[in-house]
């Protein structure tokens, strides 16, 4: 593994534990050559489906898009990346389920504003008013108050 501060190949792993929903492996690694340590997390690498765009394209999954696009709702709220990366393993872990070689955007946009919902309903809010594109305030104000009812 490179090192990140010399850029030397050689590192030794000193420590090695399953993350926290096991589905990686977080590895404390020290550089052969400037001996500082770096931490590297290992996943399997799963043959995920294609996302169908709305109009109409196909892109590969990225979950870094996913994971900008939901920081982007929760900025300057109580909400962890810690939080986010879990609330994005879980939706990624659900795709392999449906057995389906292509997802609607549209699928996943419904599962992150579930999810949202209940973790800060200003993310949610504001993740919903870009993925819904709502026309105008009315359409707004609506999804408000279907949110104060529950």
């Known amino acids: 593994m490179k090192c990140p501060f010399c850029g030397q190949l050689d590192s030794k792993v000193v420590d090695s534990r399953p993350d926290k929903g096991g589905a990686a ?4 690694r020290e550089c052969e050559s400037c001996g ?4 590297t997390h290992e996943r399997i690498e799963e ?32 909400v962890s990346r810690e939080t ?18 292509e997802v609607p955007s ?5 599962w992150v504003m579930t999810e949202l919902h209940d973790i800060d309903e200003v ?3 504001r993740f919903a008013s870009v993925y819904r594109s709502f026309k105008d305030v009315n359409e707004f ?5 279907d949110l104060l009812k529950k």
């Open 36 to 39: 500082k340590r770096f931490t």
């Open 47 to 78: 043959v995920l489906p294609l996302v169908l765009k709305k109009d109409g394209r196909r892109e590969p999954f990225d979950r870094l898009k996913l994971i900008a696009g939901i920081q982007k709702a929760c900025e300057k709220r109580q």
């Open 141 to 145: 104000m609506s999804e408000l108050q």
């Open 123 to 125: 993310a949610y809010v």
């Open 84 to 101: 986010i990366e879990r609330l994005v393993d879980r939706l990624e872990a659900r795709l392999p389920e449906l057995g389906e070689k």
């Open 25 to 28: 492996i977080r590895r404390r």
């Open 106 to 110: 549209t699928t996943i946009g419904e």
